[in-house]
């Protein structure tokens, strides 16, 4: 109970962030907290509704929701094997990546659907999602509840 709670309080506060700063991803930090310290099927129905508001809400055509949690799927997987998921350095690395993935990603979309390519705006867009995915995470995880965490289990 508390679990649904928590993830809902957090999809309806990312859902308000995104509306205040259109461009950046208040869900990804939520999937970094779900990999690490909740069950796979867990993170998977998180990133199905996320990916869902995310596909609804934006203009682009279908795709760039799935592309997008993909790419931030793959870098915390392989990123937790070369270092520690909790540091900040490494989530402020991933932040970076991710700035860079908004970029190519929306570029790609642009590209494929013949569209305009304001490059001024994503690159701001990329710089606050290189910004605020750190400190964004850092707060989520500090707010996480310690009842929801579960050790890793061993290989």
Not at 118 to 137: F, H, S
Request: glycine content about 8%.
């Amino acid at each position: 109970m508390l679990a649904a709670l928590w993830w809902t309080l957090f999809t309806v506060c990312g859902i308000w962030g995104q509306a205040l700063v259109p461009g950046v991803d208040f869900f990804a930090p939520g999937m970094a907290i779900s990999l690490r310290w909740q069950r796979p099927a867990v993170t998977v129905i998180l990133a199905i509704v996320w990916m869902a508001i995310q596909e609804g809400a934006g203009g682009l055509a279908f795709g760039y929701g799935i592309l997008w949690y993909f790419t931030l799927f793959s870098l915390l997987t392989l990123g937790r094997w070369l270092l520690d998921p909790d540091s900040f350095q490494f989530q402020a690395l991933i932040g970076l990546a991710l700035g860079a993935a908004h970029f190519l990603l929306l570029y790609l979309m642009a590209v494929l659907e013949l569209r305009a390519f304001p490059l001024n705006r994503v690159l701001l867009e990329c710089l606050l999602q290189t910004a605020l995915y750190p400190a964004l995470w850092y707060t989520a995880s500090n707010l996480f509840p310690e009842r929801l965490k579960r050790d890793e289990e061993p290989a």
